[in-house]
């Protein structure tokens, strides 16, 4: 019914930057509200970890790994977020996963969807 779809992943170099995306759509209906929205993220061999996230008044937490490089933004209207990541770090490189948190569709406006995105690879490399 809801889902989300990211894009923007890819390689970058510890001197770039990377823009990631992710947008909730619904297939009829139109979506109400969105608690939270945000980004994790999972390297290989290890557990899904969070990267930012931001609520619905706009208060944002941060992974104290990113603190200061990243920056996560969020258009209500759209339903959509963005990661912005600036000097990337080797160890950033994971597969990026877009979550959203009690979201609301006009459809079944008395249940609570979590989404998961379906995950894009950012790999830092030097």
């Known amino acids: 019914q809801v889902q989300l779809v990211e894009s923007g992943g890819g390689l970058v170099q510890p001197d770039g930057s990377l823009r990631l995306s992710c947008a909730a759509s619904v297939v009829s209906g139109s979506i109400l509200s969105i608690n939270a929205i945000g980004w994790y993220r999972q390297a290989l061999g290890k557990e899904r970890e969070l990267v930012a996230t931001v609520s619905k008044n706009g208060s944002a937490n941060y992974a104290d790994s990113v603190k200061g490089r990243f920056t996560i933004s969020r258009d209500s209207a759209k339903n959509s977020v963005d990661l912005q990541m600036n000097s990337p770090k080797p160890e950033d490189t994971a597969v990026y996963y877009c979550?959203?948190?009690?979201?609301?569709?006009?459809?079944?406006?008395?249940?609570?969807?979590?989404?998961w995105g379906q995950g894009t690879q950012v790999t830092v490399f030097s």
């Open positions: 979550y959203a948190f009690r979201v609301v569709i006009s459809t079944a406006p008395y249940r609570y969807f979590e989404l």
